[in-house]
């Protein structure tokens, strides 16, 4: 807002009446542009490690999921196969 009201200044000529020139108010405006920049510029940064953050504690509660990488080929037919064992179902027919 205090740049639009400086740049409206600039070129309306009020500044005469305040008694400033136009490297004044230029200062004034490269210095607002420059804020804002490094404003928006922190808050991405804050944003950014904050959802970092998010992520990581979401990745730690997480399951994390075992490769097979070193497993026989059969390994799976196994423990299927133990599970299947050890299941006790009964089907009554009658």
Known sequence: M???YAALAIETG??????LKD???GIFLALCA???FVLAAWFGYKKMS????EIIAR??????LEKA?????TKFKTTVDAIQNSMVV???SG
């Open 50 to 53: 904050q959802d970092r953050q």
């Open 14 to 19: 009020v500044m005469v009446d305040f008694g």
């Open 59 to 64: 990745l730690a509660k997480s399951v994390m």
């Open 90 to 92: 009964r089907i009554n």
């Open 2 to 4: 205090l740049t639009f």
């Open 69 to 73: 990488v070193e497993y026989t080929d």
């Open 23 to 25: 490297a004044g108010m």
């Open 34 to 36: 420059s804020s804002i």
